[in-house]
């Protein structure tokens, strides 16, 4: 009979431990940038901070300086009505120069307008571009299609206190260019216009909330390993290193971003360069 009791007690606990191995789900790199993807489509709003910082290379007449350029801009974005507010300052360490920038853009049907103020004075320009966006600027999507191989580390880690799950991986030069247009937007101007990155590769970052699955930061990191960028009457630039963060800090925190009244009445860029040429 005990033997029979010992048989029993030990069939009970293997069946135990296989219900409790059955329920739990082990979690992958592809499987929480999946459920990060579904998290995204159902958010309404974000706010966040993202940086960017570049050093290039200057060369004249056998002479060689380096300069960087920085960007640190906080941001945020509702998705109905499509709207952005993007407010920061860029800095130009060789000629030791701050610039504020501060921008909204709002898109509606195939139109987009965007509100910039430059030196205290805004300027708009409508276009049929689209602006900055939820779902192009956190294109987890495009990551997963890329083919490129995820690794998530053993352990999460701390954000602001907030536990992540940390997934690494190297995209191709044109994933990343892809991504850097859609993540930096109206911003996009200052950075990466006619820099074609296709032949090189960036080691990304994504991390994701432990608790609501959402995106918490995407990180990129491309060595130009000198590339040129431009060779004109005798001076050369070369890209030496570039790299980029968008990290969002709260969810569904907005309802609306007001566009302000100034912004609205502002005149067209077009109309502001014609006043110019007249003077």
């Not at 191995?21 to 993202?50: D, I, P, R, W, Y």
């Not at 800095?91 to 509606?108: C, F, H, P, R, V």
């Not at 950075?191 to 699955?213: E, H, L, R």
Request: net charge negative; with cysteine; charged share 25%.
């Amino acid at each position: 009979m005990k033997r029979w009791k010992r048989v029993t007690a030990l069939l009970v606990l293997a069946g135990l431990m296989m219900f409790g191995l059955s329920g739990c789900k082990k979690e992958t790199a592809e499987s929480l940038m999946q459920e990060a993807v579904k998290k995204t489509e159902t958010a309404k709003s974000m706010e966040g901070n993202m940086t960017m910082d570049m050093e290039m290379g200057l060369g004249q007449s056998g002479m060689s300086m380096s300069m960087g350029i920085g960007l640190d801009a906080d941001l945020q974005v509702t998705k109905d009505p499509q709207v952005s507010h993007v407010n920061g300052t860029m800095t130009m360490d060789l000629l030791n120069m701050s610039l504020d920038l501060e921008a909204y853009t709002q898109t509606e049907k195939d139109s987009n307008t965007t509100y910039v103020k430059v030196a205290d004075e805004w300027q708009k320009q409508t276009t049929d571009v689209s602006g900055l966006d939820m779902g192009t600027m956190l294109d987890l999507e495009k990551i997963l299609s890329s083919g490129s191989e995820l690794t998530l580390a053993d352990k999460t880690e701390k954000l602001d206190g907030k536990e992540v799950y940390v997934i690494q991986t190297t995209i191709d030069g044109e994933t990343f260019n892809e991504l850097l247009g859609a993540m930096s937007g109206v911003m996009e101007e200052t950075y990466t216009q006619n820099i074609d990155f296709s032949g090189m590769t960036a080691d990304m970052t994504v991390k994701i909330y432990k608790d609501s699955k959402l995106p918490a930061l995407i990180s990129m990191t491309m060595d130009g390993d000198g590339m040129s960028l431009a060779d004109q009457d005798g001076v050369s630039v070369s890209l030496d290193k570039l790299s980029y963060e968008l990290k969002i800090t709260s969810y569904d925190s907005l309802d609306k971003i007001e566009i302000p009244q100034e912004a609205l009445d502002a005149p067209e860029l077009e109309e502001s360069l014609e006043d110019l040429e007249g003077m």
